[in-house]
């Protein structure tokens, strides 16, 4: 249970959001079990005066029935405005802390992890904590103050029927709960894990069905939906016949609990130990009573899905960074150059390193191209630079100033990547745009359009910047939505550009047009470009040509032409 305590200690901001639902929850109550009481007793002793021809203050009990009836009434629906306020808050905050967390974490340590995965934990396993406040915590509370509340008030008239009515809702509130915790622990906790491999199949079916289709596995992976879908829903009416045996168990000890009241209070009345009216309030009062318990055996049944969903969060938010801040203030770089010394690097697990020894001068102001085949340690050698992973061994120095003095966020202030995989938010282009630069006014976006030379189709849409890209830019082609990437470079204005193979994948006259597009993003710019493409190797200073994590042979690309083994050993298109 040390997940609910963790969960109790992020609601710390809420608690006063809490403590008023929680109160008024148990106005509403009181008030329903005070207009069942007082309405039994009335009406009992309306009954009796007129039949014994005696007069009776009725104004007051009317009174009282009128004031619980508005009480119930507004007491429940202030009881639902705070707590689902309470909720929202809560879930709103749990998402920021989340992703707070998440970001140190990536790209490294959330390479186990699927998107669709990830993106159900924040979403769906966020939600799921609602149910710790709402049909947990809240009803937990208000039966314990109630109940004991309530075996106080029939004490006040008989002991032997407030014993009852307390066994019957410890019957109700704890061994019915308890007995459901116990039945829903293994569906509670599959039904999450459920309704995460749904959600990441269907994920991967939507954003993978152009590859489903191409190789023949569209049917396999619906099969595997349904499968999925089939054992969601088993889950689903496992947690369901819980649920209606739970609310039998609690009607039937309220049954009990009343024909118990009656078989006591009879012989009383009949003694005239106990007036009539008051075993009729007596016995509309116990009825009434097991409104306090009736939400525990569901939220006791719900509690395995609740704290598998705070585990699987915690799981993530508890691993350790792979590279953290230094705590002093980042260094200002004396210049915009970088430097390498016998970089070492290799992924867990991994039987080789990814880099190797390797060394690497890049002035202010340079241009130099890494070419190599997959796996030479291009990309990794990216990640270091922007200290997504540490070095095990070497340095890397950045103006003079060694990388690992830099806060990330300072950092990446320096540079900027334009990568293949272009990832455009599913909002408008001007927003996608602004993520460089929030503050940057309409002339200036329009500007770094017009550089990147995707201005004037904007221009031509119906909506111009405010047409909405879709999800990952799915409305754009890739081309498109690359010089829209180059125009936010343009926007963030860093010295360093990092180039990921940014023409990979178009065809020639959208990579003439991208290349046009960069040469004026790489002007004044210290340029390092990762690449594939002969064509994009003319205006380099230098090109590295890595294998295995080593620079094998480096030169002009007009000196390394000269090799025949050139084209073969770089793995490049054309030449």
């Given at each position: ?12 901001p ?10 008024l ?9 005070t ?6 007793w ?22 009282l ?9 507004a007491?429940?629906?202030?009881e639902?405005?705070i707590s689902h ?14 992703y ?5 974490l990536?790209p ?14 924040i ?14 915590l ?9 109940g004991?509340g ?7 008239f ?8 307390l ?35 269907a ?93 525990l ?22 691993a ?59 990309t990794t ?10 070095p ?15 806060r ?18 599913d ?6 745009l ?13 500007q770094a ?11 031509a849409l ?26 936010r470079?343009?926007?963030?204005d ?5 180039l ?6 178009l065809d ?6 991208l ?13 390092l470009?990762?690449t594939?493409r ?10 590295l ?22 084209p ?5 298109d054309?030449?």
């Amino acid at each position: 249970m040390n997940e609910l305590l963790r969960l109790w200690h992020l609601f710390r901001p809420y608690r006063t959001w809490m403590l008023g639902g929680f109160v008024l929850a148990l106005v509403t109550l009181l008030a329903n079990v005070t207009l069942m009481a007082v309405s039994g007793w009335f009406i009992t002793a309306m009954a009796m005066a007129g039949a014994a021809g005696v007069a009776m203050n009725y104004f007051t009990p009317a009174a009282l029935i009128r004031g619980s009836a508005i009480a119930r009434t507004a007491g429940r629906y202030f009881e639902r405005l705070i707590s689902h306020e309470a909720t929202l808050r809560q879930l709103a905050g749990l998402r920021v802390w989340f992703y707070r967390h998440l970001e140190p974490l990536a790209p490294a340590r959330l390479q186990q992890y699927h998107s669709a995965d990830l993106l159900s934990r924040i979403r769906a396993d966020v939600d799921a904590l609602d149910h710790f406040y709402t049909r947990v915590l809240v009803p937990m509370l208000v039966a314990i103050v109630a109940g004991i509340g309530f075996f106080v008030f029939t004490a006040l008239f008989d002991l032997g029927i407030a014993l009852l009515l307390l066994a019957m809702l410890l019957l109700a509130g704890v061994g019915l709960p308890l007995l459901t915790r116990r039945l829903g622990k293994k569906p509670g906790r599959r039904l999450v894990e459920a309704e995460s491999e749904l959600r990441r199949l269907a994920v991967d079916g939507t954003q993978g069905l152009s590859e489903l289709l191409v190789y023949g596995a569209a049917d396999a992976h619906a099969r595997r939906l349904d499968d999925a879908s089939r054992g969601l829903i088993e889950q689903q009416q496992a947690m369901s016949r819980i649920e209606g045996l739970s609310l039998a168990g609690v009607m039937l000890c309220a049954q009990l609990a009343l024909f118990g009241v009656l078989w006591i209070g009879v012989p009383l009345v009949q003694s005239d130990v106990l007036p009539p009216q008051q075993l009729a309030m007596l016995a509309l009062f116990s009825l009434a009573a097991f409104e306090a318990v009736a939400p525990l055996p569901l939220a006791f049944q719900h509690i395995e899905r609740t704290l598998t969903a705070a585990r699987r969060l915690f799981a993530v938010v508890d691993a350790k960074p792979e590279v953290t801040d230094p705590p002093t203030p980042s260094p200002v770089p004396a210049h915009n150059g970088l430097e390498l010394r016998g970089l070492v690097f290799a992924y867990p697990g991994a039987e080789r390193p990814a880099l190797d020894g390797l060394d690497l001068d890049l002035p202010e102001g340079g241009r130099v191209a890494i070419v190599g085949t997959t796996g030479s340690g291009k990309t990794t050698l990216f990640n270091l630079l922007l200290r997504f992973w540490a070095p095990v061994a070497g340095d890397i120095r950045l103006g003079g100033e060694p990388l690992s003095a830099f806060r990330g966020e300072d950092l990446r202030r320096h540079m900027t990547l334009v990568s293949q995989h272009t990832h455009l938010f599913d909002a408008s282009i001007r927003e996608n745009l602004l993520i460089a630069a929030p503050d940057a006014p309409q002339a200036k976006l329009e500007q770094a359009c017009r550089t990147a030379q995707i201005h004037d189709f904007i221009a031509a849409l119906p909506d111009g910047y405010e047409t909405w890209a879709g999800e990952t830019g799915v409305r754009l082609s890739g081309g498109q939505a690359r010089r829209i990437a180059i125009a936010r470079a343009l926007l963030r204005d860093a010295p360093i550009l990092l180039l990921d193979e940014p023409t990979e994948g178009l065809d020639a006259a959208t990579e003439r047009a991208l290349m046009d597009a960069l040469k004026v993003l790489m002007a004044g710019r210290t340029v390092l470009m990762i690449t594939h493409r002969a064509a994009t190797l003319a205006d380099m200073d230098r090109i590295l040509v890595l294998r295995q994590g080593r620079i094998v042979e480096q030169g002009t690309h007009r000196e390394l032409l000269a090799a025949e083994h050139y084209p073969r050993l770089l793995g490049l298109d054309a030449v």
